[in-house]
């Protein structure tokens, strides 16, 4: 078990340009899910996948966000036209079967100039 | 919709006495509740759940919970703060099995710590 990662750690960006984060999973969870957390706040939900499957959006998500997971393994948040507001900790979590909690990777901090 | 309310937005204790960190939350179903720990910069780091059966539930660190259903509380103890506790913590509850679980956090506690 070797944790969730995310990749970068940090991600710093001019207004406009497009961004793309990754999530590798703990191997073998088959549920993943984004969060994003702005200063203060506590991670709010963005999107659930089962597998490969996106069940889940969040009013959230604007049709800027693209999100991933193309053989249900990792996944993929993509922003495009990055905006200040989407300054923000960008959480992934996964989880295994029922009755077992999500773990959290440590996010990536994206910052817009 | 569910939701969870952290009304301490900030707390201070003194190194070696007792805490607790207030959590009410309000949803229609029995909840599936949690308690995590975030430093600075890091992710979040699960301290204990509740899914069913015993309501006291003992988590890492030395941290335990019990959950009220009669107040829709889950509030976090731990009998002597040590130092390195100095972080903010969040509650969250989650939908039961059988659904996308997501979970909706509150705003969250931050934990000084005084030697």
């Known amino acids: 078990d070797t944790g969730v990662s995310q990749n970068p750690r940090h991600k710093i960006t001019k207004r406009g340009q497009n961004v793309t984060f990754r999530c590798d999973p703990i191997?073998?969870?088959?549920?993943l899910y984004w969060y994003r957390q702005t200063l203060g706040q506590g991670p709010e939900f963005l999107t659930y996948?089962?597998?490969?499957?996106?069940?889940?959006k969040s009013r959230l998500l604007s049709d800027r966000f693209s999100a991933e997971r193309p053989k249900g393994s990792f996944s993929t948040l993509e922003i495009q036209r990055t905006e200040q507001g989407d300054s923000a900790m960008y959480l992934c979590?996964?989880?295994?079967?029922?009755?077992?909690?999500?773990?959290f990777g440590d996010g990536t901090r994206l910052s817009i100039l | 919709a569910q939701s969870v309310t952290q009304p301490d937005i900030h707390i201070t204790v003194s190194e070696g006495a007792s805490l607790e960190l207030r959590c009410n939350y309000s949803?229609?179903?029995?909840?599936?509740l949690f308690w995590y720990v975030q430093s600075p910069g890091q992710g979040l780091q699960l301290l204990l759940k509740?899914?069913?059966?015993?309501?006291l539930v003992q988590g890492i660190k030395g941290f335990e919970a019990e959950f009220k259903r009669s107040q829709s509380s889950f509030n976090l103890r731990k009998p002597s703060v040590h130092w390195s506790d100095a972080a903010e913590y969040f509650c969250?509850?989650?939908?039961?099995?059988?659904?996308?679980?997501?979970?909706?956090f509150g705003t969250g506690t931050r934990l000084q710590v005084t030697l």
């Open positions: 979590a996964s989880r295994g079967q029922s009755n077992q909690p999500q773990h």
């Open positions: 191997s073998e969870h088959n549920r």
């Open positions: 996948f089962q597998n490969e499957a996106q069940l889940e």
């Open positions: 949803y229609g179903a029995t909840p599936y």
């Open positions: 509740y899914f069913s059966g015993d309501t």
């Open positions: 969250a509850v989650g939908a039961g099995t059988g659904t996308a679980s997501k979970l909706t």
